[in-house]
């Protein structure tokens, strides 16, 4: 299964931009969906989970308050609505099921 991950691109400081992961072919609900996050010369980090089924989530206190997972069963996608952004959100993001399935990432820079 390849996971689609897209919506990144270049902000500033302060905005807002939203990512959007689609699993194709699948259920989304019957998957926990996680936002996970790289920086080069780091350790992949994450960053959120939907938990399948419940719907229950949990984030990186990094981005406590800042972010917002969600899903749309209806679309099969998992979504990352990304407000307050700040230059150190920037990294490649990636959206992964439990099982281990993976996108193929989007990069996400933010400007100071």
């Known amino acids: 299964v390849q996971l689609q991950a897209s919506g990144g691109g270049l902000v500033q400081a302060g905005d807002s931009l939203r990512l959007s992961c689609t699993v194709p072919?699948?259920?989304?609900?019957?998957?926990?969906v996680g936002w996970f996050r790289q920086v080069p010369g780091r350790e992949r980090e994450f960053v959120a989970v939907i938990r399948e089924n419940s719907g229950s989530t949990r984030y990186a206190d990094s981005v406590k308050g800042r972010f917002t997972i969600s899903r749309d069963n209806a679309k099969n996608t998992v979504s990352l609505q990304m407000a307050t952004l700040k230059p150190e959100d920037t990294a490649v993001y990636y959206c992964?099921?439990?099982?281990?399935?993976w996108g193929q990432g989007t990069q996400v820079t933010v400007s100071s």
């Open positions: 992964a099921t439990a099982s281990g399935y």
């Open positions: 072919g699948r259920t989304v609900r019957s998957y926990s």
